[in-house]
């Protein structure tokens, strides 16, 4: 299993950035997508996930951290195996290394997971930099 993040940067204060991560060697669409970062002396905390959506008939389940609801937007696209992570009104304090992560779906109902413990698979980290 391969996850390979990318699309990481340096950008201004109020900037986009748009991270990408694509998967191999798994069935991707039995795998919650997640994003942590870490920042510099920090530990590494969740940032959004989306769930899966095996039958396609409904919305797969979002879910964000306080700290960037409604300025990140997660997605997937199944059919190319690409999680991908849309930032919008960065700000300094969103400088860190991004990882994506991915976590096997075990059971019908299973919540998303929000620590890093319950990911399977890590991919190595994209770094974004937000200048001031």
């Known amino acids: 299993v391969q996850l390979q993040a990318s699309g990481g940067g340096l950008v201004q204060d109020g900037g986009s950035l748009r991270l990408s991560c694509a998967a191999s060697?798994?069935?991707?669409?039995?795998?919650?997508m997640g994003w942590f970062r870490q920042a510099p002396g920090k530990e590494r905390e969740f940032v959004a996930a989306?769930?899966?959506?095996?039958?396609?008939?409904?919305?797969?389940?979002?879910l964000y951290a306080d700290s960037v609801l409604g300025r990140f937007t997660v997605s997937r696209d199944n059919s190319k195996k690409m999680a991908y992570l849309e930032m919008n009104s960065l700000k300094p304090e969103d400088t860190a290394v991004y990882y994506c992560?991915?976590?096997?779906?075990?059971?019908?109902?299973?919540?998303?997971?929000?620590?890093?413990?319950?990911?399977?698979?890590w991919g190595q980290g994209t770094k974004v930099t937000v200048s001031s």
């Open positions: 992560a991915a976590d096997a779906v075990r059971a019908i109902g299973q919540s998303i997971a929000t620590t890093q413990y319950e990911y399977d698979y």
């Open positions: 060697g798994l069935i991707f669409g039995s795998y919650v």
């Open positions: 989306i769930g899966t959506n095996p039958l396609g008939t409904s919305a797969p389940r979002l």
